[in-house]
């Protein structure tokens, strides 16, 4: 587990923002948001995972993705999981110890630099944090900072849209993740086979907002296409299996039951 002993400031991050070159009407809502919070960002152009599907798919597993998820890949899925493993790459060529990444459908909240603030002065605490979710089930609390509860889960924990992740941290775990055998939240949800702390900051200080028009599922989800339940059991028995990984992971590395102090910072330990 990386522990750096150091308190993080917003300074020490870099911020990249995912979108497609095509959507135009995303990067038009999202640039006045950035605006607004004010912190310098690069705009990093998401892998098209329509246009570049033939290269794309040498990386993937589309048997094990179909068993691990119980439906057809999607290009999107195809893009998402590479755009996310490119900044990365930008992340560790970086001097940046820490990167923000944002997809670009992300809303923020009035509090939402106050979140990360209050996740960076108690770094030493995970390796990998999140500021919304679509699924965050069974939230084990590790401590709290000001009003926020620094989180583990039991349940699945997806959403790509705002996390916070150390840059040691995604020079490890890059070589782990290909080929592609599941989405790329999905994927990050094994933290219990990669090794390192996924958390949660709640009350959310953001939420995704695409208004029904993903580039990735389509509108509303009509892209997706899922395998009849019978064809799914391999999915369903996995589904089920990961929730005892995950629970034992986090028994053995000290993170369950949890605890509701106040989480320690640098300074504090001295």
Do not use: F
């Given at each position: 587990m990386e522990r750096s002993g150091v308190t993080l400031t917003r300074a020490d991050i870099g911020t990249w923002l995912i979108n497609l070159e095509r959507a135009e009407t995303r990067r038009a809502a999202m640039l006045p948001r950035m605006e607004a919070l004010g912190i310098p960002y690069k705009l990093f152009a998401a892998v098209d995972g329509r246009?570049?599907?033939?290269?794309?798919?040498?990386?993937?597993?589309?048997?094990?993705?179909?068993?691990?998820?119980?439906?057809?890949?999607?290009?999107?899925?195809?893009?998402?999981?590479?755009?996310?493993?490119?900044v990365w790459r930008e992340l560790v060529a970086s001097d940046h110890p820490v990167a923000l990444i944002l997809e670009d459908d992300v809303v923020f909240h009035d509090d939402f630099l106050?979140?990360?603030?209050?996740?960076?002065?108690?770094?030493?605490?995970?390796?990998?944090?999140?500021f919304n979710a679509i699924r965050a089930?069974?939230?084990?609390?590790?401590?709290?900072?000001?009003?926020?509860r620094l989180n583990a889960y039991i349940g699945p924990f997806t959403g790509n849209g705002a996390y916070l992740i150390k840059r040691e941290v995604a020079q490890r775990l890059l070589p782990r993740l290909l080929p592609m055998t599941r989405p790329f939240d999905h994927e990050l949800n094994r933290f219990f086979l990669h090794e390192y702390r996924q958390r949660g900051l709640e009350p959310w200080s953001s939420h995704v907002d695409d208004e029904g028009e993903s580039t990735i599922t389509g509108t509303q989800f009509g892209d997706v296409r899922k395998f009849p339940k019978h064809k799914r059991l391999p999915f369903y028995r996995l589904k089920a299996g990961n929730y005892l990984r995950r629970f034992a992971y986090l028994r053995r590395?000290?993170?369950?039951?949890?605890?509701?102090?106040?989480?320690?910072t640098p300074e504090e330990t001295r």
């Open positions: 246009a570049e599907a033939e290269a794309l798919e040498r990386d993937v597993d589309r048997a094990a993705y179909e068993r691990n998820t119980g439906g057809i890949l999607l290009p999107g899925k195809m893009g998402c999981y590479h755009s996310h493993l490119r106050d979140s990360v603030d209050a996740a960076l002065s108690v770094a030493d605490h995970w390796d990998a944090v999140r089930k069974i939230p084990v609390t590790q401590g709290t900072v000001g009003p926020y590395t000290g993170a369950w039951p949890g605890s509701t102090a106040p989480l320690e």
